[in-house]
């Protein structure tokens, strides 16, 4: 009876292990997905990663779920309510002469200086939570389409957030520059006080820099990036 007693002992702890582990499975958003939307319409790959990168649409995991994901509208901010909750100032600082700190991206790669001062450096600063930082997510993605094979630039995005919480939102939502997690104190050497900012740095030299998100700042950060490349 023992004997009985204890194999069923182990029995319930194989099962509530075995349980507990495929909870903390994280299967990565691919192509076999499953995405629905919130009536349970299954849509397909090409559909809704298009839908997702027009940075209008998210995706969010399904509960008690390994791989099913639900399908969301993200709700849009006006302007004024951009700069209400994340302020429209820049930071001041236009045409000097910057350091840059050692920074490591996701992938291990390391950037300074040394690395840094032959380079167009495209810099964008975000936080995950950040709503119109995620509204410009899709449009930084063109110009770094366009531009990723001009070896004389370098696209960086400091993120204030820590590591798993940046890959986490990478399977909802991609985001191509080489992106610099744990961002603080980067964020604090470039006096950066409103989300998202993008800078321009050419030789060290700030040459665009512009605080909050609109089409026409997307806009003017291309034709900074055109103009440099034009004079190199």
Not at 149 to 170: H, Q, R, W, Y
Not at 208 to 213: D, E, V
């Given at each position: 009876?023992?004997?009985?007693?204890?194999?069923?002992?182990?029995?319930?702890?194989?099962?509530?292990?075995?349980?507990?582990?495929?909870?903390?499975?994280?299967?990565?958003?691919?192509?076999?997905?499953?995405?629905?939307?919130?009536?349970?319409?299954?849509y397909p790959y090409e559909k809704w990663f298009a839908m997702i990168s027009t940075g209008t649409y998210k995706v969010q995991k399904k509960k008690d779920s390994i791989d099913e994901y639900?399908?969301?509208?993200?709700?849009?901010?006006?302007?004024?309510?951009?700069?209400?909750?994340?302020?429209?100032?820049?930071?001041?600082?236009?045409?000097?002469?910057?350091?840059?700190?050692?920074?490591?991206?996701?992938?291990?790669?390391?950037?300074?200086?040394?690395?840094?001062?032959?380079?167009?450096?495209?810099?964008?600063?975000?936080?995950?939570?950040?709503?119109?930082?995620?509204?410009?997510?899709?449009?930084?993605?063109?110009?770094?389409?366009?531009?990723?094979?001009?070896?004389?630039?370098?696209?960086?995005?400091?993120?204030?957030?820590?590591e798993p919480n940046i890959i986490g939102f990478l399977r909802t939502m991609p985001f191509f520059y080489k992106i610099i997690p744990w961002g603080e104190d980067v964020a604090y050497d470039?006096?950066?006080?409103?989300?998202?900012?993008?800078?321009?740095?050419?030789?060290?030299?700030?040459?665009?820099?512009?605080?909050?998100?609109?089409?026409?700042?997307?806009?003017?950060?291309?034709?900074?990036?055109?103009?440099?490349?034009?004079?190199?």
């Amino acid at each position: 009876m023992k004997k009985l007693y204890i194999i069923y002992l182990i029995s319930i702890l194989l099962i509530i292990g075995f349980k507990g582990f495929s909870q903390t499975q994280r299967i990565p958003l691919s192509e076999k997905s499953i995405i629905k939307d919130s009536i349970g319409n299954v849509y397909p790959y090409e559909k809704w990663f298009a839908m997702i990168s027009t940075g209008t649409y998210k995706v969010q995991k399904k509960k008690d779920s390994i791989d099913e994901y639900i399908l969301l509208k993200i709700e849009k901010l006006s302007s004024e309510v951009n700069k209400e909750i994340y302020g429209n100032k820049s930071p001041n600082f236009l045409g000097n002469q910057i350091k840059f700190s050692r920074m490591t991206d996701l992938d291990g790669e390391k950037y300074d200086d040394k690395s840094l001062k032959d380079k167009i450096v495209v810099l964008n600063f975000w936080f995950v939570q950040c709503a119109p930082c995620k509204m410009e997510i899709p449009d930084l993605n063109k110009l770094y389409r366009k531009y990723k094979e001009t070896d004389k630039i370098v696209f960086l995005s400091v993120c204030l957030d820590a590591e798993p919480n940046i890959i986490g939102f990478l399977r909802t939502m991609p985001f191509f520059y080489k992106i610099i997690p744990w961002g603080e104190d980067v964020a604090y050497d470039f006096k950066v006080a409103s989300y998202p900012t993008n800078l321009v740095i050419e030789k060290g030299v700030v040459k665009f820099c512009k605080a909050g998100y609109s089409p026409k700042n997307v806009m003017d950060l291309e034709n900074t990036i055109e103009s440099l490349i034009a004079k190199n």
